[in-house]
């Protein structure tokens, strides 16, 4: 027999945790949304004259206008633009954002950057949230989703990456994976990411509204920029350039929502359900 759950409660079906759907939450009712991208968003897309796919900008919605470019030359190699695709051209049968490279080391990525406000991620904390709608094209690497190089002798000071079979993520240590690195499931599927950092030692990963039990802590690699990314925050490419720099090689990313805080369970669980539902996941 089921029982209706009161306004705002949850409960554990299976594996997966659900909020009651007649209470209804979208990222900008939360409290601390630093960023929040959105490809199903057509009025947030900005396109290259005379194309309806190569694009030039794509707007923050967080109401901060932390907005990502590409202007056809910056860490880019020729005309090689993120592509826009429909539901109806793309491997994730979503509107989404094509990123890709010729190889998992190209310093010259078809990649978005921030052109304004990049000194505002110097203040997300080392206690984060991320969430990340995204579909690994190839098991060679993995999405460089979001990162951002700190100055000449940090890198990775923000940085969310999905291999090809892992989660993972770094925070204000401006080094490799210094957080947990989380298994995942169906690596070449659609799967709505989160990542929360706890404190800067304890860290939770999430697939699917799913969180991950197990996880390894990375293997910290410190070391110097010789020419890091000086533009703030990327999407696309991670690292520094010329320096363990890696792109992304075939991947759709969909929609990317940042909280500068730890988000509580229960406000993780309703940002799941939101895209889950949102994408029909």
Not at 55 to 68: E, H, V
Not at 143 to 159: H, P
Not at 211 to 230: D, H, Q
Request: aromatic share 12%.
């Amino acid at each position: 027999m089921l029982f209706p759950l009161a306004p705002g409660s949850f409960a554990v079906i299976g594996t997966r945790t659900q909020t009651n759907p007649s209470v209804v939450v979208t990222p900008s009712q939360l409290s601390s949304l630093f960023l929040w991208i959105d490809a199903a968003d057509y009025s947030t897309l900005g396109f290259r004259s005379g194309s309806t796919t190569q694009l030039t900008a794509w707007n923050d919605k967080s109401g901060f206008n932390r907005n990502f470019i590409q202007d056809g030359v910056t860490y880019t190699t020729g005309n090689s633009y993120p592509r826009y695709l429909t539901s109806a051209q793309s491997r994730s049968k979503l509107n989404c954002i094509a990123l890709s490279s010729v190889s998992q080391y190209n310093d010259a990525n078809a990649l978005f950057f921030v052109n304004n406000k990049s000194t505002d991620f110097n203040a997300v904390s080392s206690t984060y949230t991320f969430f990340a709608v995204a579909k690994n094209n190839s098991a060679i690497n993995g999405i460089a989703v979001i990162s951002k190089s700190g100055n000449t002798t940090l890198r990775r000071m923000l940085d969310l990456k999905i291999d090809y079979g892992t989660l993972s993520a770094s925070a204000g240590q401006g080094n490799d994976a210094d957080g947990g690195v989380f298994s995942t499931t169906s690596p070449l599927s659609t799967n709505v990411y989160a990542y929360r950092w706890n404190s800067p030692t304890s860290f939770d990963g999430f697939q699917n509204g799913i969180k991950m039990s197990s996880s390894t802590r990375g293997t910290p690699i410190f070391g110097v920029n010789t020419n890091p990314i000086s533009l703030g925050l990327s999407i696309g490419f991670t690292g520094g350039i010329n320096y363990h720099a890696e792109s992304t090689f075939n991947a759709e990313i969909c929609e990317v929502i940042l909280y500068n805080r730890t988000l509580s369970d229960p406000e993780v669980n309703q940002i799941n359900q939101y895209l889950l539902s949102k994408y029909s996941l």
